[in-house]
T-cell receptor, first 110, second 120 residues
Framework: NAGVTQTPKFRILKIGQSMTLQCTQD?????MYWYRQDPGMGLKLIYY???????DKGEVPNGYNVSRSTTEDFPLRLELAAPSQTSVYFC?????????FGPGTRLTVT | AQKITQTQPGMFVQEKEAVTLDCTYD???????LFWYKQPSSGEMIFLIY??????QNATEGRYSLNFQKARKSANLVISASQLGDSAMYFC?????????????????FGQGTILTVHP
């Protein structure tokens, strides 16, 4: 089991560019989540999904979009990147309440 | 609304000693879960321990135990026999409920974290 995998590990974007952060899990979990972690802070929920085809906004959804066409994949799309989106992004999946996290993607917008 | 508070930005402990990391929470949900995660300098989030709000006994996982005091709304993490590898950021989190399509699902709210440094 690879668990939760994320790509890329690091990325530098210019202001206004777009990109997709990939997240895949092989545990057949229905619930998946995207968080961002700003320096020295805890994680904040961006979007979540409770199954294929079902997504909803978390605390800080502005500037992001998601889709969930399969159980395994939950990509996060950044449109028109802004410096405020510089952060570490974590994807997680859960079963039985415990969330298992991917290794994170460190994104810098300059 | 749910809130998690970790009042210790940093803690220091000697190797082999025990240390307690504080966490208080606030929620109006009758059912909730409390979690502790470890984030080493490499950045990954590692699940350590879980306590359900209706669990009668405090959770334990190896050297980790959760001191759950429901009336005080606290869920402190106790690490016994600290090791150098325990040096990391520790996050307390609470699973509340959010509604989607009429069904409730778990959502984690995180505290700001405590940096633990273990000295040899």
């Amino acid at each position: 089991n690879a668990g939760v995998t994320q790509t890329p590990k690091f990325r530098i974007l210019k202001i206004g560019q777009s990109m997709t952060l990939q997240c895949t899990q092989d545990m057949n979990h229905n619930y998946m989540y995207w968080y961002r972690q700003d320096p020295g802070m805890g994680l904040k929920l961006i979007y979540y999904s409770v199954g294929a085809g079902i997504t909803d906004k978390g605390e800080v959804p502005n500037g992001y979009n998601v889709s969930r066409s399969t159980t395994e994949d939950f990509p996060l799309r950044l449109e028109l990147a802004a410096p405020s989106q510089t952060s570490v992004y974590f994807c997680a999946s859960s079963y039985g309440g415990v969330q298992y996290f991917g290794p994170g993607t460190r994104l810098t917008v300059t | 609304a749910q809130k998690i508070t970790q009042t210790q930005p940093g803690m220091f402990v000697q190797e082999k000693e025990a240390v307690t990391l504080d966490c208080t929470y606030d929620t109006s949900d009758p059912s909730y879960g409390l979690f502790w995660y470890k984030q080493p300098s490499s950045g990954e989030m590692i699940f350590l321990i879980y306590q359900g709000s209706y669990d009668q006994q405090n959770a334990t996982e190896g050297r980790y135990s959760l001191n759950f005091q429901k009336a005080r709304k606290s869920a402190n993490l106790v690490i016994s026999a600290s090791q150098l590898g325990d040096s990391a950021m520790y996050f307390c989190a609470m699973r509340g409920l959010f509604n989607a399509g009429g069904t409730s699902y778990g959502k984690l709210t995180f505290g700001q974290g405590t940096i633990l440094t273990v000295h040899p």
